[in-house]
């Protein structure tokens, strides 16, 4: 089955430090890639998209993510995190060949200190 | 910017009693899903729906859920008897095309 990893449940770094969030997926030779962040109570926001072309992808709020095909990730990245940065940030995943659903993975808290 | 708006933004209901769920997709969006999320568990898809018909769902929208799109503009997940276990935050989404989705900020429902 279809299947997305973020393997730390937990972050926390300084303010102004860099970020790196991990993202594996399974298989698939199609993957339509996102990252989306979720405040406490809230929505969904999308950060950003990758569908093809350049695997460096730029999105909102400073954040970046970039394809890695040959190693099946996509981890989102951030050079200066700041305090409002702090929510829980998840990777999801849409294989062509399955459909349109979106698979999430479970989910990574963002902790901001100052 | 366009929103999906889901109301109410919390519904506590009776285990047992039925819930609707109710979802305005973006206008010019065809493509219509719904997913959950319990709390502290990753968000799950439930269904998806196009050309007034479900194309996709799974293993968990079993025979107690539905969805409807009543009219033109709205897009209704029923859940006709309630369980504990169906407390979760439920998602709305549409999107233009296949992979554009767009989430509304959810419902909470809590089965007591």
């Known amino acids: 089955a279809q299947s997305v990893t973020q393997p730390d449940i937990h972050i926390t770094v300084s303010e102004g430090a860099s970020l790196e969030l991990r993202c594996n997926y399974s298989y698939g030779a199609t993957p339509y890639l996102f990252w989306y962040v979720q405040s406490p109570g809230q929505g969904l926001q999308l950060l950003l998209k990758y569908f093809s072309g350049d695997t460096l992808v730029q999105g909102i709020k400073g954040f970046e993510a970039e394809f890695k095909r040959s190693q099946s990730s996509f981890n989102l990245r951030k050079p200066s995190v700041h305090w409002s940065d702090a929510a829980e940030y998840f990777c999801a995943v849409a294989f062509m060949e399955y459909g349109n659903k979106l698979v999430f993975g479970a989910g990574t808290i963002l902790r901001v200190k100052s | 910017e366009p929103e999906v708006t889901q109301t109410p933004s919390h519904q506590v209901t009776q285990m047992g009693q039925e819930v609707i769920l109710r979802c305005v997709p973006i206008s010019n969006h065809l493509y219509f899903y719904w997913y959950r999320q319990i709390l502290g568990q990753k968000v799950e898809f439930l269904v998806s729906?196009?050309?007034?018909?479900?194309?996709?769902k799974s293993e968990i929208f079993d025979d107690q859920f539905s969805v409807e799109r009543p009219d033109g503009s709205n897009f209704t997940l029923k859940i006709r008897s309630t369980k504990l276990e169906d407390s979760a935050m439920y998602f709305c989404?549409?999107?233009?095309?296949?992979?554009?989705?767009?989430f509304g900020s959810g419902t909470r429902l809590t089965v007591v």
């Open positions: 729906f196009y050309n007034n018909e479900i194309s996709e």
């Open positions: 989404a549409s999107s233009p095309e296949t992979y554009g989705y767009t």
